[in-house]
């Protein structure tokens, strides 16, 4: 699939039913950019079988769920002010999980292929101030 926005190829997964809540449209599948990381709702039809891997983005993204949750946190990053309840649960999910949401988020930051749609070292500190403030 093709991201709308970029171009970019995007990665498509299922979103956990209990992860649902936390999206816009509350879709049972999305897809992420792998360059410029915007998400998508898709078609639980357009995706693969068997977990993502999120390595097509970074391998700084955890696995499994928390990789989920990462990847819906970094995708509604740009909305921080519609989406701040969301994505302090999201973030929360992650660091639960045992990874650094933060980390990721640097780590993003100094990726050469990646190009978010939004400012990655801004938003680090405000999900800084969501998850510790």
């Excluded at 999206?23 to 995706?47: G, H, K, N, Q, Y």
């Excluded at 949750?69 to 309840?85: E, I, P, Q, T």
């Excluded at 999980?97 to 070292?121: E, I």
């Amino acid at each position: 699939m093709t991201c709308p926005d970029c171009g970019g190829d995007q990665l498509a997964f299922r979103v956990p039913a209990d992860l649902r809540d936390h999206l816009p449209e509350a879709s049972a599948a999305v897809a992420i950019c792998t360059r410029c990381l915007a998400i998508d709702p898709v078609e639980e039809s357009d995706v693969p079988e068997g977990p993502p891997d999120f390595s097509a983005i970074s391998d700084a993204f955890p696995s499994g769920d928390a990789g989920v949750a990462m990847a819906l946190a970094v995708g509604l990053l740009d909305s921080l002010a519609l989406y701040r309840a969301e994505l302090s649960a999201l973030l929360e999910r992650v660091e639960r999980a045992g990874s650094d949401p933060l980390l990721v988020l640097d780590r993003l930051a100094a990726n050469s292929g990646v190009d978010p749609h939004f400012d990655v070292d801004r938003r680090r500190t405000q999900a800084e101030q969501l998850l510790y403030g």
